[in-house]
């Protein structure tokens, strides 16, 4: 069977994101990426790929996707100055109570072959394509979680485009047969919640302060 045509994304973390001593998220040291490749028995931070910021210890809450194509690797692009100032708005106290920690950090990288063959983690920027398909995609799964996270790109259609019973706003009233029966046609059975569609309760009932800008 030829896998020439097939993609493969690793999955790693959670990884404790470090704090400085005011709290606040801030760039590894080499030390705390040769613990992680350590424990992980590879080079994750040369790898190229997608992360995904979250908080919690049981209970993971996603903050933040990105991705990484550049040389650099991991280890270039997810502790950059930008996406610290992502990652401390997600950490910032809201009415003087602090999201819920710790801050974690799952890695998605690129690799050349299927998960239980021998593979390598791929390099190039020919692959750009695939991870910003993961990329967007996650954060639509992101977003389904915690819509506050805080990507702002990629997330417009997601906050302004509703279906009837399928996507974004719930309706009032009885279902007509056709939501019930598209319901049944994408989900398997009416009562599975859709991937993309925002319970009402997971809304607060006050804005927050808004993301940085991306």
């Known amino acids: ?13 959670p990884f404790q994101v470090p704090l400085d001593d005011r709290g606040r998220a801030c760039r590894p040291s080499a030390d705390w990426w040769r613990e992680i490749n350590s424990e992980a028995d590879c080079d994750l931070s040369a790898s190229i790929g997608c992360y995904l910021f979250s908080l919690g210890r049981s209970q993971l809450r996603p903050w933040y996707v990105g991705k990484t194509v550049a040389q ?13 100032n992502h990652y401390n708005w997600a950490l910032r106290p809201k009415r003087n109570v602090r999201r819920r920690g710790p801050p974690q950090l799952f890695l998605f990288p690129l ?13 190039g920027a020919s692959h750009s394509p695939y991870i910003e398909w993961l990329e967007r995609t996650l954060i ?27 996507i974004g706003s719930k309706s009032l009233g009885r279902r007509p047969d056709s939501v019930r029966l598209a319901r049944r046609v994408l989900l ?14 997971e809304h607060p009932p006050e804005p927050i302060e808004a993301a940085p800008l991306e």
Do not use: C
């Not at 069977?1 to 973390?13: I, V």
């Open 111 to 123: 690799i050349t072959k299927p998960f239980d063959d021998d593979w390598r983690f791929a390099k």
């Open 188 to 201: 398997g059975r009416e009562a599975i919640t859709p991937p993309l569609q925002t319970p009402l309760e």
């Open 140 to 166: 639509g799964m992101a977003y389904a979680r915690n819509p506050d996270i805080a990507n702002s790109r990629d997330t417009t259609f997601l906050k302004t485009v509703h279906v009837r019973g399928l």
């Open 72 to 84: 650099g690797g991991s280890a270039a692009e997810a502790f950059t100055d930008h996406k610290l």
């Open 1 to 13: 069977m030829s896998y020439s045509s097939d993609h493969y994304f690793e999955t790693f973390g």
